[in-house]
């Protein structure tokens, strides 16, 4: 287990110092399904390579109203990209984990969340956004959510 743990530290340490990392605070409203809005963070390695691994954990607003954490959803968003010279188009999978009643838990074995969107560079400003739905593994059928996130960061 610790060579497992020392092997995935390094990767990430050879990632960040090899293709740059971005941070970005994030605002996802969905449109459809629960109609629930959302504040994040994450963190994109890899950001203007062709494969990306976004992490990231949002929850809803509820939160910083009560100041409790009832509901967190944390992200591992596999990410295809198109870097271009000052934006980046791309799209991305992650299962839905979800920390609910003080235990995190995978919300499906067959539904997953994906995105699709553009990040625009201005010097270590980074500004993105677009569109995600949660589809099922035969990328047949949507459940009716649909969703859209802005992102305000910096990249090193």
Avoid: C
Wanted: no cysteine.
């Amino acid at each position: 287990m610790k060579n497992l743990i020392f092997i995935s530290i390094s990767i990430i340490i050879f990632s960040i110092v090899s293709f740059g990392f971005e941070v970005s605070g994030s605002y996802f409203m969905e449109l459809s399904g629960y109609e629930r809005t959302f504040y994040g963070l994450k963190v994109t390695f890899a950001d203007k390579s062709i494969i990306g691994l976004e992490l990231g954990v949002f929850s809803p607003t509820d939160i910083i109203e009560t100041g409790e954490i009832t509901y967190l959803q944390p992200t591992t968003f596999i990410l295809l990209q198109i870097p271009l010279k000052y934006l980046k188009i791309y799209g991305g999978i992650s299962p839905i984990i979800q920390f609910y009643d003080n235990k995190f838990s995978l919300y499906s074995y067959t539904m997953y969340l994906t995105k699709a969107g553009i990040a625009l560079y201005l010097g270590p400003l980074v500004i993105s956004g677009g569109v995600n739905t949660v589809f099922d593994l035969s990328f047949q059928q949507t459940f009716g959510i649909y969703g859209v996130f802005a992102n305000l960061g910096f990249r090193f």
